[in-house]
């Protein structure tokens, strides 16, 4: 029957339980009303005729002799404890039981029905007595005096009256019960449990092609996962998009589309019997191959690509294997890398993921949880490198290095960046990196600048007039002028927003520099624009320029440019003495060295110290003479 027919079953059974249960609650309740108010009706007819049979005699004595002979007959019946007759002074003068007469019987509901004339029936008040008794008490005139008609019953025999009903309502809806539920599932149990597994199977089944869907495919994946895991079993994945499927079916027409879909899944489905292949979206399958490593899911790919390629059907194929300790969800990540790799090759082919894995960057779930908690924690520290006035052979400043601690597992801040960009964090990963360089800003010599990086998507968010950087120095209690901030030449194409973020800065006191100067287009149209302080040369230029003319003129280009617009150069990646020497050697225009400064690690690396004043650029073991010349 399955868990949804136990389901079902339960439902029906609590339902019709909760359903009978309340009905026998009601009915007994009414039931017992029913029955304390004939035994009420009763009682009022007694105390009528008692107030006949004495109403005829003058005499008290003789009234209350009439009075006890009534009592005597009420008495008589089934249940009946005690008849009696109390006058306003609560005393017993007329009961079925001589003993009684002359006894006090001073209760408040006694007290209630002399006072308020009302007559009162339900269970027996005095706790002296048996609390499921039942009592009838009724105000009474005989002859002008006032008395009080009293008379109790045993609960005992209304509750086996009651009982003896309530044992025939049981058995009744026991048997309603059951004829409820037979009669449920004869009309439409069996249907509706039918139509359960039905809709299961075509909730996990593709429509068209009759392979299992995306919902079948995560499930799957799971469980291979938990079983490479647990048993140590290889899983390959592979991951199949047909190459212009969409193109082909628009100009061929929708039944033309969905009849290549199936001569797709046939081919899929045509291989070794343990291969599960699934149809995960329109044009993309996925095939789960269980028992092989890297080199058979190699060729379990290369037989799937050949034997569409019979029926016409141009395919890329992505491929990886499930590494030890690597979650499948991951896999699947890896995996949809290599498959945009082969499409982005121009498609038809086969890449596996081990191929491309020191190529391409692949945020996993792992990584994003790593991401995750690096930013919950605020777990960045800061490196200064130095960056050297070199004609004064002075320490100019120091620009701010931010780095997600070790134990993230992170390889440097460009991973973490990378995540952040695509998990669109990029600006709150800016602002911890601010927040943690600030903070150590004081550490700083007073008379040195401090560069501080901000990528362009923090700057393209702020140009609509967020101050939270300027915010944040003022809290710091930096000055805005010692604050140079890095804007790399390869921004992307918002350069008009991001232009209108950096006036806002300069606006405020910062100084602008351009970062990676020579290694895009728009070098020379942000130095107009922006007319910065700094122009820092990347790297690949200044070490190029050594031995490669193009290289060399993007240089002189650059440096004749910065110095029209008054900017100060500084040269990036000076690592040896040959780099400095090409420096100190290159031609002065106007009596200014073409470079102003630099940085790199031959000059200083980056230290979590900051560098000291009169620390020697080149290293204690250089003197410095040698590597500043005139």
């Known amino acids: ?125 005095d706790r002296r007595r048996d609390q499921r008794d039942f009592e009838f008490i009724e105000p009474v005139t005989l002859r002008g005096t006032r008395y009080a008609f009293e008379i109790a019953t045993d609960g005992e025999v209304f509750d086996t009256e009651l009982a003896s009903i309530r044992k025939a309502m049981l058995i009744a809806s026991g048997f309603a019960f059951l004829g409820a539920a037979a009669l449920f599932w004869l009309v439409g149990g069996r249907r509706v449990l039918r139509m359960h597994r039905f809709a299961l199977e075509r909730a996990t089944r593709d429509g068209l092609t009759d392979l299992p869907n995306h919902r079948a495919f995560q499930d799957a994946l799971r469980l291979a996962g938990e079983a490479a895991t647990r048993y140590g079993e290889n899983v390959a994945l592979l991951l199949i998009d047909l190459d ?163 134990e993230y597992g992170f390889s440097g801040p460009a991973e973490a960046f990378d995540i952040a960009h695509q998990v669109g964090q990029v600006h709150a990963l800016d602002r911890l990196c601010v927040q943690r360089i600030l903070a150590r800003a004081s550490e700083l010599p007073e008379e040195t600048l401090l560069f501080v990086n901000l990528s362009p998507q923090t700057l393209d968010l702020d140009a609509d007039g967020s101050h939270w950087f300027g915010d944040a120095v003022t809290a710091a209690r930096v000055d805005p002028t010692r604050l140079v901030i890095e804007v790399t030449e390869r921004m992307g194409s918002r350069t008009d927003r991001i232009t209108n973020s950096i006036r806002h800065l300069r606006e405020r006191g910062f100084h602008i520099a351009i970062d990676d100067m020579g290694s895009g287009n728009s070098g020379l149209e942000m130095l107009r624009e922006l007319q910065p302080e700094f122009v820092k040369l990347d790297r690949s230029v200044v070490v190029g320029a050594l031995t490669d003319p193009h290289a060399r003129g993007i240089l002189m280009g650059v440096t004749a440019f910065a110095h029209e617009t008054g900017a100060y150069v500084i040269a990036e990646g000076i690592e040896d003495d040959d780099v400095l020497d090409f420096i100190n050697t290159l031609p002065t225009r106007a009596g200014r060295p073409q470079i102003d400064g630099g940085q790199g690690y031959g000059l200083g690396r980056p230290s979590s110290d900051p560098p000291a004043l009169s620390r020697d650029p080149r290293g204690a073991e250089h003197p410095v003479e040698t590597y500043v010349g005139s």
């Open 244 to 406: 212009g499927f969409k193109s082909e079916n628009d100009r061929h027409g929708h039944r033309h589309g969905d009849d290549r879909l199936k001569t797709a899944a046939r081919a899929l489905v045509s291989g070794r019997p343990t291969d599960l292949a699934f149809r995960i979206g329109g044009d993309e399958f996925a095939m789960l191959v269980t028992h092989t490593d890297e080199g058979g899911a190699r060729r379990a790919a290369s037989r799937l690509h050949a034997r569409l390629a019979d029926e016409q059907i141009a395919a890329s194929i992505g491929v990886g294997v499930l590494r030890a300790g690597q979650s499948p969800y991951d896999l699947r990540e890896e995996v949809d890398a290599a498959l945009y790799e082969a499409k982005r090759a121009g498609g038809d082919r086969i890449v596996l993921f081990g191929d491309i894995s020191d190529s391409v960057s692949v945020i996993t779930a792992t990584r994003r949880d790593a991401f995750s908690r690096l930013m919950a924690d605020d777990a960045v520290d800061v490196a200064f490198q130095p960056i050297w006035d070199l004609p004064n052979n002075r320490l100019l400043g120091v620009e701010a290095l931010a780095r997600p601690r070790a």
């Open 1 to 125: 029957m399955g868990r949804f027919g136990v389901r079902l079953a339960l439902g029906l059974v609590l339902a019709l339980g909760l359903a009978a249960g309340l009905t026998y609650w009601a009915v007994s309740a009414k039931l017992e009303r029913n029955q304390i108010a004939a035994a009420a009706t009763l009682h009022r007819a007694d105390a009528a005729a008692l107030t006949y049979a004495t109403g005829r005699y003058r005499r008290r004595t003789v009234r209350l002799r009439e009075a006890t002979e009534q009592l005597r007959s009420f008495s008589r019946r089934k249940g009946t404890l005690e008849a009696i007759l109390v006058d306003e002074r609560f005393r017993v003068v007329a009961a079925a039981d001589p003993a009684a007469v002359g006894r006090l019987d001073r209760t408040p509901r006694l007290i209630d029905a002399f006072r308020t004339g009302r007559t009162w029936v339900g269970h027996e008040a």
